[in-house]
């Protein structure tokens, strides 16, 4: 434990606290079983003037990272200052574009589950057709495929489709979304994978089948869900929450 202060205290104030935070939501991401491989991006903006960023070691699983192992980047997604471990300059093209384009974007993640793939591929989209769907629904924003992003032209595409909304369906691809902190980040990608998971268990009735909200409903329940609210319902009551049930199971991601 002295080590892990020693190294606390010589980064910048904050640098350990969201180091910590992002630790948790790589492992909260294996935990809920939305991982990759070793693929696939969650990062966070180190406070402070500099421009850094704190990204998982290309090598590791997401159920390994610990706060100290978490590789701290420049917006090229090189490293700063010494690392044992190595990173993915490619995987950080979409969340250099929303870092620098977003001041409010301190953190930004991104999936490939099943189910958000699933949804991605839908002519449709995200269905207003459950509570959980509505709720993430009205902060979503659509993205087209243009190939695995290691292109950095389409940084600035992306940027303009997200334009203000906290949560981006990559067409054919995937899941992500932003917050001002790991904790509000996190929540609205609960609500963006359970959205996509139920609405590919609901369309196995067929589309035709679906009960259809009252007309107004979604733009009501939109309203409900402001971001304002979802960043405090994260960052007062389930983020807490979040971190306690990982405490029980495995704590070694403050390491």
Known sequence: MATLAR??????PGEW???????AAYRLVALYGWDDLIFTHLSVRVPGPKHHFLINPYNMMFEEIT??????????????????????????VIHSAI???????????HLHTPDGQAV??????????TQTSMIAGGD???HDYEGIATDLEERERLVQDLGSKNAMILRNHGTLTVGDSVAACFLRLYFLERACQAQVKMLSAGRENLNTPPQGTPEKVA????PAGMGMLAKALA??????????????YRD
């Open 67 to 92: 706060a100290s192992s978490l590789v701290k980047i420049d917006v090229e997604g090189k490293p700063v200052g010494a690392s044992p471990y190595p990173v993915n300059p490619a995987g950080f």
């Open 140 to 142: 979503v924003a659509y």
């Open 99 to 109: 870092h620098m384009a977003r001041e409010d974007a301190a953190a930004v993640m």
């Open 223 to 226: 309203m409900q869900s402001a």
């Open 7 to 12: 190294e606390s205290d010589a980064m910048d």
């Open 17 to 23: 606290e969201v180091r910590v935070d992002l630790a």
């Open 120 to 129: 991605s591929a839908m002519a449709f989209g995200l269905l207003p057709h």
């Open 239 to 252: 983020w807490p929450a979040l971190l306690r049930k990982l405490d029980r199971i495995d704590a070694s």
